[in-house]
């Protein structure tokens, strides 16, 4: 039984730059590194330090706020450094590889039987308890809670985003298992959304799961815009929403003993003269991921994750656990003389000012990371609502997370959003405000406070 999620609220931004579908060898990195900031929430205890060994698969840190959920490292070698910033707090992690590895393994023979605290306890030692995500807050899950139904979707509608098929290429086996994985850990439901013009998925084969076809423009593949049609958070409630890559990586371990952490990337934009699919290592130095492709000389910008939500990153920065595709586009230093004033028919904007991309909807566009203005007052405006497909007033969420007011925040929705779900409004905002960072910082006042 399936049920169709359509929205019609919503914005394609159609851009030059996907990625083939090829897949390279990414070469392998002499560093890796672990950036515990990109586990959002988690505050890192280190169990290894500078100058330890340590094996692929074996703890280097753990959350402060729950010894159980541990981060591990991806190949094995010896730690270098552990870079700190203000207040010593903990950068990045740095190893050096060896060049023959060795990897823990884990006895995970009868899984299927085992309680759940001991599968839990499996999960959070091999260090896959991270994949696991829970709504509210966009956080990594508590393992002492329960969802009641977990989401994967397997829909990436973001610009240029990397094809879902593409990332589980060659673990298509391994889905099911991780699919039995999932239900182990959640009385409800598992619900998997899939592009609804895509017959030929992998996803479709999945047994156990409720599928939901997918239409509409851009935020149709985000879990949120999933939620909201097919299972309502309430406040108290929890809602875990996984990866399909991570789906895939999780039933191989359970199949092997041993963590893969390969992963297959998109490497594509407008800055990419061959853009495809590498497969390489987390935490992997990005020079390394991004190496055999051509790129255009110019000042680029490297973007971990799609053009709309992802970071910035240098390229002696490292793969994030969370990143399947490294977006390279162009830095946008560059201002138009009265630009505001006279017609631009290569730019895009939702706006019938003085562009013209409402007369070429199919027209793919160039778009550099240039703001086109500064911060100013927040505009009061019905342009985020028309592009906003929650049922939400995103301003007044917005504002009340300026102010902090909790109360007004729980009654507004707060509980029902990522910040992903707010890089549509941040793209067209008149007013060039970071609205994911608002929201963010909104989350972890939710998070203190209310718990």
Not at 48 to 69: I, L
Not at 91 to 101: K, P, V
Not at 168 to 175: A, H, T
Request: aromatic residues 8%; charged residues 25%.
């Amino acid at each position: 039984m399936s049920k169709d999620i359509r929205i019609r609220k919503g914005l394609d931004i159609k851009l030059v730059g996907a990625a083939e579908k090829t897949i390279s060898e990414s070469r392998f990195s002499s560093q890796y590194g672990l950036v515990p900031d990109d586990l959002h929430g988690i505050i890192p205890r280190l169990i290894k330090r500078e100058g330890d060994s340590v094996r692929a698969g074996e703890a280097v840190y753990h959350a402060k706020q729950d010894e159980r959920v541990r981060v591990v490292s991806p190949v094995s070698g010896t730690i270098r450094e552990v870079r700190r910033g203000d207040k010593r707090k903990i950068l990045t992690i740095i190893i050096d590889a060896h060049r023959e590895q060795d990897n823990v393994i884990y006895d995970t023979t009868g899984w299927q039987s085992a309680s759940d605290e001991n599968f839990k306890k499996l999960l959070c030692d091999a260090g896959l308890w991270m994949f696991i995500k829970q709504r509210p807050y966009d956080v990594v899950a508590n393992p002492d809670t329960s969802p009641k139904s977990i989401f994967i979707s397997a829909y990436n509608s973001a610009p240029i985003a990397a094809d879902v098929d593409m990332l589980v290429s060659g673990k298509e086996n391994f889905l099911q298992i991780g699919i039995q994985a999932l239900k182990k850990l959640t009385t409800g439901k598992i619900h998997v959304t899939i592009d609804g013009s895509n017959q030929n998925s992998v996803f479709r084969a999945l047994q156990d799961v409720e599928i939901h076809n997918a239409y509409g423009p851009h935020p149709v593949g985000n879990v949120s815009t999933h939620i909201a049609q097919v299972d309502p958070l309430n406040k108290g409630e929890f809602i875990w929403v996984v990866a399909p890559e991570n789906v895939a990586a999780i039933g191989e371990f359970l199949s092997t003993g041993q963590v893969n952490f390969e992963r297959i990337v998109a490497v594509n934009g407008a800055q990419v003269k061959n853009p495809g699919y590498v497969k390489t290592r987390i935490g992997s130095k990005i020079s390394d991921v991004i190496a055999g492709f051509d790129l255009v000389e110019d000042e680029n910008r490297i973007v971990q994750g799609n053009p709309l939500s992802g970071s910035a990153v240098e390229q002696d920065g490292f793969l994030s656990p969370y990143t399947h595709q490294l977006a390279i586009l162009e830095e946008g230093n560059d201002y138009d003389f009265f630009g505001w004033n006279k017609p631009q028919p290569n730019k895009f904007s939702v706006l019938r000012a003085n562009m013209f991309s409402f007369l070429t909807p199919n027209k793919k566009y160039n778009l550099n990371t240039n703001l086109n203005g500064e911060q100013r007052a927040f505009v009061l405006n019905s342009v985020y609502e028309d592009i906003f497909p929650l049922d939400i007033y995103p301003v007044h969420l917005m504002k009340s997370c300026i102010y902090k007011d909790i109360d007004e925040m729980e009654k507004l929705g707060i509980y029902e959003v990522a910040p992903e779900d707010f890089a549509l409004t941040e793209f067209i905002c008149v007013s060039k405000l970071p609205h994911q960072q608002i929201v963010r910082e909104g989350l972890d006042v939710m998070i203190r406070e209310v718990g």
